[in-house]
């Protein structure tokens, strides 16, 4: 019951939508509170649980969000 994500990840339609990240996060040994998931999500998904709850995770994700947005800002005409 290994789950694996993609090495390349492709949109389904690139014309909407642009891939800005694609990271491996590895949970073998790091230990995260997941108290507050469903035993169901802990035994069965529990990398992605894992991931779910890592604030290390959700401070990438704001990291590329507010990157993206300033980007977005900068190219706009005024």
């Known amino acids: 019951m290994i789950i694996r994500g ?6 389904e339609d690139p014309n909407r939508t642009a891939i800005i990240g694609n990271y491996r ?8 509170d997941v108290k507050d998931a469903s035993w169901l999500k802990r035994a069965f998904q529990a990398a992605h649980t894992k ?22 800002t900068v190219d706009m005409p005024r």
Not at 6 to 11: A, F, L
Not at 51 to 72: F, G, H, N, T
Request: charged fraction near 45%.
């Open 6 to 11: 993609e090495k390349q990840i492709e949109p």
């Open 25 to 32: 996060y590895d949970y073998r040994d790091k230990k995260i």
């Open 51 to 72: 991931m779910e709850y890592d604030p290390e995770v959700w401070a990438k994700v704001e990291e590329i969000i507010l990157s993206e947005i300033r980007e977005m």
